[in-house]
């Protein structure tokens, strides 16, 4: 629901989730409370406790081998194996950067999951007596000064200069990029002369360019084998909390950029609205590029329409769009890129040469007149806002598909679940047993990495399943994102056997106006007839063939075999 995800509705996203999903509300508030939470915390953990399993699940289509999967604990006493026990090395990273003693760590570990599936870790407490175990790695961060830092893995580099972002490198394709990345504000216009339009809920609409931040930042950096980042973190009076981590973990993946911003102060202007901007060298000539709904790049092109004469009335909030995924600025000879992979949808713009900056918080006291009839004015928990962005440098074409790519994997995040412990000695017995697996795959292939699995739902009325997949790529990129792709839903599930599937629109009912060539498709009555391609994209053999760019819903009718 739009109301509940952007908060405007109303009443309360809690009581607004209670009744568009008909559950209690006090259902609906720890619902909406825990969703909000990303990272799993084991700070709470008794001293008695002295083993955790984890199990991680991978909700892509395809295995992720390496990744990193975070969790926080109260002190660094744990180590970490798989579920046959063999140790799998593991590093600590304190909470607070600021060199207090701390009482709370994240631990990170790089797990192995198969497609649509899960694994399982445990966490064993070691013995003091025996001091720290060898696959463990405690790390700790140090203040920066006037002084070049870098933080870098197999693929990419970042520096930094007295805690300020200077250049990206990329290895691979031997590109550097000078960059700048500033978080700037805009003061919200309560209406003037020209308009009595105010910023609101729906109106984006600043009484001037975006300032500086007037306070100052503290930063601090930390290397580790699995995990380097820079922390910095603001101190001023237009916010409570503001922190930016720019991460890089060990392997080929790009910067992670993590964003806090909690407690906007609003009593001395109308509102404040917070942007992440960066600054580079890259002659963009007036134009950058953003997704259409995670599919098409569409070009846009500052204080510009391609079907009709705009009329410039702000020069700011004119030239915004909506980005749901993923947004980048290009040379126009495709030597240089910069681009962001999204976990959230936002504004974008680029006002000037090189820039390209995103809308992260918002906090107005009056209302716009469009609708919701209050301002956006979310205090507490609500207000607490962490976002994740991928950042990645590089040519044009290399760009456009790891973007592409990522826009799954920041979305997507491998979820760590802890087991509760009076469960463990269970499990642990039935994993020696063999009866529980130590990992599983929903799937017997892998699909291909530029199709998402969108929606595996089963339809309550029916007992039908819903299947909804998407091309990620688009006509003219390299590799696979630019080249069709093909799933065979026959007998690629494990939980169930596909009887018969059917194409349908994507809300799962049947065409009023159903392709003429398309047919039910009936694995044991068509067992004999080639693999016609249908202009549905799926064939007799139940095989869904996907253009770039392109979705397909197929209903399902399955018998189930859990025991497969």
């Not at 199990?55 to 390496?66: E, Q, S």
């Amino acid at each position: 629901n739009h109301s509940t995800l952007v908060s405007l509705s109303e009443q309360p996203v809690p009581k607004n989730a209670s009744e568009i999903l008909g559950i209690d509300m006090p259902v609906a508030d720890n619902a909406v409370h825990l969703t909000s939470k990303l990272v799993l915390d084991l700070s709470q953990a008794t001293a008695s406790e002295d083993r955790f399993m984890v199990t991680i699940v991978n909700p892509l289509g395809w295995k992720r081998d390496g990744e990193l999967v975070s969790l926080n604990v109260s002190s660094p006493v744990w180590r970490v194996t798989d579920s046959t026990g063999a140790d799998i090395k593991c590093q600590y990273i304190p909470l607070q950067p600021e060199g207090k003693l701390s009482e709370r760590y994240r631990l990170v570990f790089r797990a192995n999951v198969p497609a649509l599936g899960f694994s399982n870790y445990v966490l064993v407490k070691m013995i003091p007596e025996d001091g720290i175990h060898s696959s463990v790695h405690i790390a700790a961060w140090a203040p920066m000064y006037d002084q070049n830092v870098a933080i870098s893995n197999e693929a990419f580099k970042a520096e930094f200069f007295m805690g300020n972002l200077v250049s990206i490198s990329n290895a691979a394709e031997r590109t550097n990029l000078a960059v700048e990345h500033e978080i700037l504000w805009y003061s919200s216009s309560p209406g003037n002369q020209e308009s009595g339009q105010t910023s609101g809920a729906y109106i984006f609409r600043p009484d001037g360019p975006a300032r500086k931040l007037a306070g100052h930042w503290q930063s601090h950096f930390i290397r580790g084998p699995l995990f380097s980042a820079v922390h910095r973190a603001y101190q001023g009076q237009e916010v409570d909390e503001l922190e930016v981590t720019y991460v890089l973990e060990s392997g080929d993946l790009p910067i992670t950029m993590l964003i806090h911003v909690n407690g906007i102060h609003v009593s001395d202007v109308t509102g404040r609205e917070f942007i992440s901007r960066f600054n580079t060298e890259i002659v963009t000539n007036g134009k950058f590029f953003t997704d259409s709904n995670g599919l098409n790049t569409m070009e846009r092109i500052l204080n510009h329409r391609d079907t009709w004469t705009l009329n410039i009335t702000d020069k700011f909030s004119d030239n915004y769009y909506p980005v749901t995924a993923r947004a980048s600025i290009r040379c126009e000879k495709g030597f240089k890129s910069l681009g962001i992979a999204t976990d959230r949808a936002h504004g974008s713009a680029s006002l000037q040469e090189g820039q390209l900056e995103t809308m992260i918080h918002r906090r107005i006291t009056v209302d716009d007149g469009r609708g919701v009839a209050e301002p956006l004015n979310e205090t507490g928990w609500l207000a607490n806002l962490r976002l994740r962005q991928r950042i990645h440098v590089g040519t044009v074409s290399s760009v456009e598909n790891a973007l592409r790519f990522d826009q799954l994997h920041v979305n997507y995040p491998m979820i760590p679940i802890i087991l509760p412990s009076h469960l463990l000695t269970e499990v642990s017995e039935a994993l020696s047993a063999r009866r529980v697996p130590e990992s599983f795959s929903g799937v017997l292939q892998e699909f291909p990495h530029c199709v998402e699995l969108v929606s595996l739902n089963t339809v309550l009325e029916t007992g039908q399943i819903l299947l909804r997949l998407r091309h990620i790529g688009a006509k003219g990129l390299d590799g696979c994102f630019g080249q069709p792709a093909s799933v065979n839903i026959m007998r690629n599930f494990r939980t169930f056997e596909v009887i018969t599937a059917k194409p349908v629109s994507l809300n799962g009912v049947a065409s009023k106006r159903p392709n003429p060539t398309a047919q039910e498709w009936n694995y044991e009555a068509a067992s004999d007839i080639g693999g016609q391609q249908e202009a549905s994209g799926l064939d007799r053999n139940g095989v869904v063939t996907l253009q770039p760019g392109q979705l397909q819903a197929v209903l399902l009718d399955v018998k189930y075999s859990f025991g497969a």
